[in-house]
T-cell receptor, first 115, second 110 residues
Framework: NAGVMQNPRHLVRRRGQEARLRCSPMKGHSHVYWYRQLPEEGLKFMVYLQKENIIDESGMPKERFSAEFPKEGPSILRIQQVVRGDSAAYFC?????????????FGEGSWLTVV | EDKVVQSPLSLVVHEGDTVTLNCSYEVTNFRSLLWYKQEKKAPTFLFMLTSSGIEKKSGRLSSILDKKELFSILNITATQTGDSAVYLCVKETSGSRLTFGEGTQLTVNP
C-alpha cells in the first residue's frame, strides 16, 4: 500500500514562473491537506480538501495560491508568479475521513526553490 | 489563533539519557493531540492521544495527555543517536485541521 505520493520532490523556478505541486493520497483516503514549512519555521496549515471540494482554505495566502482535488487524479497546489519568499517545503497529508482516530499521514514533501 | 507551545525548543543529551519533551495547547475545538518525528523529511507519526491519563507506549517512547491542564509529554528512555530529530506536537481540531508546535530539536550525542 503506497503512502502519500508527492511530486516533484524538488522544483526550481525563476521568479514570476508558475509552480505546480502534486499529491496522490493513500489508497482509500479522500481527505487531503497541504502544509508549508518555511526555513527555520514549523509546519503551517494551508488548505484542507475533499474530492472536488475545498473545506478549509484559511491558511492559504490570498493571492497567487490555489489548490484543487479533482474527482479523478491527484490534488494540485498551484503557485502563480512565484517569489523568493515562496521557497519552502510543501507537505501533503491525507486521511480516510474526519472521524477522530483517523491518523493523518504525510508525504515526503516537495521542496520549491525560487531563484 | 490556535497555539501549541513546545519546550524545550532544543535539547542536547548523551546516549542512554532519558528525555521529556513538553507540549501545551489551547482547549478550543480540541479533538486529539499527536506527536510526530521529523528527520529532514516528512513527519512520521508517533502517537495519537485523545483521552486523559492513558499512557501510550512504543518501544522506548511513551506519551501521555492531561486534558485538564492542557498539556502532553513525550518521554524517550535510553536515547540513541538515531533518536536525533525534531519532535513535533500537533493539535487536531474538529474539521481535522492540524496546528503544529515549533518542535523540539533533540540531539543525541554518542
Amino acid at each position: 500500500n503506497a503512502g502519500v505520493m508527492q511530486n516533484p520532490r524538488h522544483l526550481v523556478r525563476r521568479r514570476g514562473q508558475e509552480a505546480r505541486l502534486r499529491c496522490s493520497p493513500m489508497k482509500g483516503h479522500s481527505h487531503v491537506y497541504w502544509y508549508r514549512q518555511l526555513p527555520e519555521e514549523g509546519l503551517k496549515f494551508m488548505v484542507y480538501l475533499q474530492k472536488e471540494n475545498i473545506i478549509d482554505e484559511s491558511g492559504m495566502p490570498k493571492e497567487r495560491f490555489s489548490a484543487e482535488f479533482p474527482k479523478e487524479g491527484p490534488s494540485i497546489l498551484r503557485i502563480q508568479q512565484v517569489v523568493r519568499g515562496d521557497s519552502a517545503a510543501y507537505f501533503c497529508a491525507s486521511s480516510p475521513g474526519t472521524t477522530s482516530g483517523n491518523t493523518i499521514y504525510f508525504g515526503e514533501g516537495s521542496w520549491l526553490t525560487v531563484v | 489563533e490556535d497555539k501549541v507551545v513546545q519546550s524545550p525548543l532544543s535539547l542536547v543529551v548523551h546516549e542512554g539519557d532519558t528525555v521529556t519533551l513538553n507540549c501545551s495547547y489551547e482547549v478550543t475545538n480540541f479533538r486529539s493531540l499527536l506527536w510526530y518525528k521529523q528527520e529532514k523529511k516528512a513527519p512520521t507519526f508517533l502517537f495519537m492521544l485523545t483521552s486523559s491519563g492513558i499512557e501510550k507506549k512504543s518501544g522506548r517512547l511513551s506519551s501521555i495527555l492531561d486534558k485538564k491542564e492542557l498539556f502532553s509529554i513525550l518521554n524517550i528512555t535510553a536515547t540513541q543517536t538515531g533518536d536525533s530529530a525534531v519532535y513535533l506536537c500537533v493539535k487536531e481540531t474538529s474539521g481535522s485541521r492540524l496546528t503544529f508546535g515549533e518542535g523540539t530539536q533533540l540531539t543525541v550525542n554518542p
